[in-house]
């Protein structure tokens, strides 16, 4: 019971940040939205939402993505203890799993999104809707 709190915990906070995120680029979106329409007669909003998001590979919620992208990062860094020494060792080695790391992770939470906008779309698209048909 207490994983399944969670995971409507998890959910909420991210379909606020899924609406949040749009609400705060609005008129991008709206442009978007009207170009999907004029070039592709593409009137799906969910397909656009997901289009806006893979094609600015943006994050909802920056904060959360790097909070995440510091954890393995650390996790990495924490499995190399037997070579690092020194802090210096220890900023290098967390630096060179951001650099190996860091395009591959935003990739997986860009697509995290697309499929989390799938999953959220019945509660998403009613707080957006209305404000890109303005």
Request: proline residues 2%; positive net charge.
């Amino acid at each position: 019971m207490l994983k399944a709190k969670k995971a409507q915990k998890d959910a909420e906070e991210i379909k606020a940040s899924a609406i949040d995120f749009f609400l705060k680029d609005i008129e991008a979106l709206k442009q978007f939205v009207k170009k999907m329409r004029n070039d592709f007669e593409q009137d799906d909003l969910v397909f656009a939402l997901k289009m806006f998001v893979l094609s600015n590979n943006k994050i909802f919620d920056m904060a959360e993505y790097m909070k995440g992208q510091s954890q393995l990062a650390d996790e990495y860094v924490k499995t190399q203890k037997k070579k690092i020494i020194s802090p210096e060792e220890r900023r290098a080695a967390f630096e060179k799993w951001i650099k190996d790391n860091a395009a591959s992770y935003r990739k997986n939470t860009v697509f995290k999104q697309i499929r989390d906008i799938d999953k959220m779309a019945k509660e998403i698209v009613p707080a957006i809707k209305p404000l890109i048909e303005t």
